[in-house]
């Protein structure tokens, strides 16, 4: 719940009737709502196409509210009162003659409410409309802050590439200043996101140790067990490396590589994540054949399932070269880093839904103990856990009892769920409430957006214009081409194939 009281505005969602509305934006509304974190006026304006009433859109959020809501309503009385603040208005919104309907319906809700002016507008659009709903905005004069405020979210992707990301920066730049745009990437709304930044600069344990001379390589890893889920005709458009990489495993990168900032504040932070894209080693024609391994799922059956291959997918073409999975080997060239490997990997169709960052340490310089084991990955690792099973896991190494020295591997841990009575909010709750409060923070600026473009711009040409850059095969619930293993430099060293499970992965797990 924020200390400080917040402006009274309006939150309008372009694209409201759509999936996210339903199943994200109302929901983490109305969780907002439970807190009492919401502005003492506030209101909520729903435009799109679809032909919705006030009250037709309420019965619909209402199910969105009761099926995904992390804090459920008491009783249909408290539901119907929060839903009372929800609006809506059926236009088209890329005809520019419709938004004078929303101009007038903006004031009709300001009058009734004294929400005084500031405005929210949410793109939850397809990406076309990105340049042209915020022009037809300031054709109205719906972008002038005169002793109020008007902002923008806009969700990825944002551009395709780096010319159309350079483009629509200039495009939206024209009629609104940077402050008033908030490019949203909802992996950084994660408790455990913002968790990595008071674990490495609240604690004077680890800061000593996070650099080039105690850590061997780190790991961050995007999984997901679902394909495509219908969405073919996007994706295979995209494909993994703009889908996660660019946005969400570039953002990750850049909280455990930065510098500690001055002060907790949106400047700051966005200062040191900057200097780290910027300081990102170009890949050269050779990296992007040894550094680099794509690959696409095949059909299998796995677990007595059956999965379908990618290009067996709705709406993806028969020949389809479009990488379902990718993992790079990447370098920051500063002091702090220098030659230390990175290793991003991110796929569908992989054996579990896993997303985590994994710190690993240089090992002793002498084994003193001639029982230990020697395995895959036998180091100490500082295991950070995005989702699911939130928590932090700490591998080191202690004697297993009785005479000698036998020496295992244990975890020390935490786990969000052993907060009991303590709510752990949803990424788009918290981001919403940030933009309602003015705090950047959380969200992408330009400076960050055209640098992390700029680094994966040549992966993209080079995949474009080479026919016979590797693509490869791998069966559907599998972790992946055999060859990303290869990446990983060291004796004994490979990806961590990680379970659902954040502690004791090795006795209990689904894989």
């Known amino acids: ?98 938004y004078s309907q929303l101009t007038l319906r903006l004031d009709e809700i300001d009058k009734n409410e004294n929400t005084q002016g500031n405005y929210i507008f949410y793109l939850s659009t397809p990406p076309s409309l990105y340049g042209v709903i915020p022009k037809y905005l300031a054709a109205e004069g719906l972008n002038i802050e005169n002793n109020c405020f008007r902002r923008i979210i806009i969700e990825k992707p944002f ?20 402050e008033q745009i908030y490019r949203i990437d909802h992996y950084l709304g994660k408790e455990t996101v913002q968790n990595l930044l008071v674990t490495r600069f609240a604690n004077g344990i680890y800061e000593p140790l996070w650099n080039r001379n105690y850590i ?97 997918e709705k709406d993806v073409a028969k020949d389809s070269r479009t990488e379902t999975y990718v993992a790079l080997k990447l370098f920051i060239d500063n002091w702090r880093w220098a030659d230390v490997p990175f290793y991003i990997r991110t796929g569908k169709r992989l054996p579990t839904r896993v997303s985590e960052i994994v710190i690993h340490f240089r090992p002793a310089p002498q084994n003193l103990f001639p029982g230990q084991e020697i395995h895959k990955n036998n180091d100490n690792q500082l295991i950070l856990r995005i989702q699911p099973d939130e928590g932090v896991s700490f591998q ?72 016979e850059a590797p693509l490869y095969g791998y069966p559907a619930g599998s972790w992946g081409p055999e060859n990303a293993d290869r990446l990983i430099e060291g004796e004994n060293k490979s990806f961590r194939y990680p379970c659902k499970n954040l502690s004791n992965d090795e006795n209990y797990c689904e894989l």
């Open 1 to 98: 719940m924020p200390t400080n009281k917040i402006a009274n505005q309006i939150l309008i969602i372009f694209g409201a009737s759509g999936d996210l509305t339903y199943r994200k934006l109302i929901p983490a509304i109305f969780d907002l709502y439970k807190q009492n974190s919401l502005p003492e006026k506030f209101s909520v304006l729903g435009v799109s196409r679809t032909p919705f009433t006030d009250d037709s859109f309420r019965e619909k959020m209402k199910e969105g509210i009761l099926k995904f809501s992390g804090l459920k309503p008491e009783n249909e009385d408290e539901l119907n009162k929060f839903c009372n603040i929800l609006h809506y208005l059926p236009i088209n919104t890329a005809e520019s003659k419709d």
């Open 159 to 178: 551009g395709t590439d780096l010319k159309s990301a350079i483009e629509l920066n200039s495009i939206l730049k024209e009629d609104y200043k940077e």
């Open 216 to 312: 061997h390589h780190v790991e961050i890893t995007a999984a997901e067990s679902i394909g495509i889920e219908n969405r073919g005709g996007y994706y295979d458009h995209s494909g993994a490396l703009r889908d996660m990489v660019q946005n969400h495993l570039m953002q990750l990168l850049a909280l455990v590589a930065m510098e500690p900032p001055m002060s907790i504040d949106a400047t700051s932070i966005r200062n040191e994540k900057l200097k780290v894209f910027q300081a990102l080693r170009p890949m050269k024609d050779d990296d992007l054949f040894k550094n680099v391994v794509r690959g696409q799922y095949l059909p299998s059956n796995t677990n007595g399932n059956y999965y379908k291959g990618y290009r067996e």
């Open 396 to 467: 080191t190494k202690m004697k297993i009892p009785g005479s000698g020295y036998r020496v295992k591997n244990v975890n020390m841990d935490f786990h969000y769920s052993q907060l009991h009575n303590v709510y752990l909010p949803d990424a788009y709750e918290r981001l919403l409430l940030d933009c309602m409060m003015g705090d950047p923070t959380l969200y992408i600026d330009s400076g960050a957006l055209e640098a992390t473009w700029k680094f994966v711009q040549p992966l993209l040409d080079f995949w474009k214009n080479n026919t």
